[in-house]
Nanobody
Framework: EVQFVESGGGLVQAGGSLRLSCVASGFTIRDNVVGWFRQAPGKEREKIACITTNKGTTTYSDSTLVRFTIWTDSPKNTLYLQIRGPNPAATAGYSC??????????????????WGKGTLVTVSS
């Protein structure tokens, strides 16, 4: 059974930094496309970034207003997201997900097949 456990969310001041983690079990992160998505209150879920480690492919959403970095740690089978310089508009539930093809990791992530429960990030002004 594929499972994700996200952590690292919480309260951060605008302009600060936060690192989110997503530990996977039941499959190998480096052999699949995995990504981070977020959903703010009253808004649709949106892609932040995706990575397919064994292909060396990383993509980021053009709509982000803060700096994100996505990477994986293969021995730990863990996906990470570094958030730098967020503003209150970045307040959202952040979830990791896995898919079959890198092109599936786009938009609202409807083609992604496995999801974590998410971790809440709240940015204070």
């Amino acid at each position: 059974e594929v499972q994700f456990v996200e952590s690292g969310g919480g309260l951060v001041q605008a302009g600060g930094s936060l690192r989110l983690s997503c530990v996977a079990s039941g499959f190998t992160i480096r052999d699949n496309v995995v990504g981070w998505f977020r959903q703010a209150p009253g808004k649709e879920r949106e892609k932040i970034a995706c990575i397919t480690t064994n292909k060396g492919t990383t993509t980021y959403s053009d709509s982000t207003l803060v700096r994100f970095t996505i990477w994986t740690d293969s021995p730990k089978n863990t996906l990470y997201l570094q958030i730098r310089g967020p503003n209150p508009a970045a307040t959202a539930g952040y979830s990791c997900a896995a898919g079959t093809r890198h092109i599936d990791c786009e938009g609202s992530g409807n083609e992604m097949r496995n999801w974590g429960k998410g971790t809440l990030v709240t940015v204070s002004s």
